[in-house]
């Protein structure tokens, strides 16, 4: 009775064609029904994300996270402050729906997971006194490369007004590991057995709201070679390439429609066992990338609790 990894999120948006003309730039399926559109990984057979349309603004509608077993969560919530909650219109009941202490809406779905992905090519890298990849180029013409494939949710980033009562939450209430943080500022929790570096990050802010969620990418110049084309496509923002500390992984983020953001990601630390895993907490410095370039100025801006809101067309006339 623990959470074992991500499953989705969804999202309430103004304008649905807008986010499906997004997420299908970046590589997914859509589906649309009604009011309602939902996505999935190519290669995959269930969705990642989901959009409501006609929202007065986007907001977080809730996360979902698989688990091996609903059987007893009930009671873990609730001693952890949160509460039992009913599974919102149009969205199964199977499984456990709860609300953190901050009203962050939670679905726990009983899954078996998800089929092994293809390997594909190695990224091999020749380095001082160790040359891996002879007699062949690494690259290919730019005209040879498909473009980005997300292969599967990686981790979904939230706000919150209290980044170490989420993280307890996250451990007493579902069973999950803090795997590090910065302070109290950022922290990134992660399933207890063969779990990416996180699966649930918090960022501090006012307010709840979705910061981002990342798609994990073959490699390292996917992320940047798709990165690149979905900026282009979408035109208002983005944050990379670069690498973080705090998992290791190298990213890039393009903002989203509503002033969130879209995260393609490649070579995520990975925690096999969290017992033998020790979190660190790290200085600010290393909150956010290793390297990279400028950090956005809204890159950290929860826009669902600021009453202006973003403004896309004013930030691509700056
Ligand atoms: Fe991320």
């Known amino acids: 009775m623990a959470v074992t990894g991500p499953l989705s999120f969804a999202l309430e948006v103004p304008d649905l064609a807008t986010g499906v003309k997004f997420y299908t730039d970046a590589g997914f399926e859509a589906a649309v029904e009604g009011n309602a559109a939902r996505f999935r990984c190519p290669g995959q057979d269930r969705d990642s994300i989901v959009l409501l349309g006609g929202a007065p603004k986007k907001r977080l509608h809730h996360i979902a996270l698989r688990v091996d077993r609903v059987d007893g969560m009930a009671d873990n919530v609730v001693a952890a402050g949160g509460a039992v909650a009913a599974a919102p219109d149009g969205f199964s009941d199977a499984g456990l729906w709860v609300a953190d202490m901050h009203g962050m809406l939670i679905h726990l779905a009983e899954h078996g997971g998800d089929a092994d992905l293809d390997a594909g090519t190695p990224f091999a890298v020749n380095a001082p006194g160790s040359l891996v990849r002879k007699s062949r180029s690494a690259m290919l013409p730019r005209s040879s490369y498909a473009p980005a494939h997300p292969r599967r949710l990686g981790h979904i980033l939230v706000f919150t007004p ?6 307890a939450f996250m451990e007493r209430g579902l069973g999950m590991g803090l795997a590090d943080r910065a302070q109290d500022i950022v922290a990134f929790t992660c399933a207890k057995k063969n779990s990416d570096h996180h699966v649930v990050a918090f960022a501090k802010a006012p307010g709840i709201g979705f910061h981002h969620a990342s798609f994990m990418v073959g490699d390292p110049d996917e992320v940047g070679r798709g990165g690149r084309a979905l900026l282009a496509k979408a035109g208002f923002g983005d944050w990379g390439f670069g690498r973080h500390t705090i998992g290791s992984n190298f990213f890039h983020y393009i903002q989203d429609p509503w002033g969130s953001w879209f995260e393609y990601y490649s070579d995520m630390d990975h925690i096999e066992d969290h017992d033998l895993w020790t979190p660190t907490v790290y200085s600010m410095e290393d ?11 809204d890159f950290v801006h929860n826009y669902e609790v600021d009453p202006a809101g973003f403004r896309p067309q004013q930030l691509a006339a700056e």
């Open 287 to 297: 909150s956010l990338a290793n390297w990279g370039p400028p950090v956005p100025d």
């Open 162 to 167: 209290d980044v170490l009562a989420s993280v």
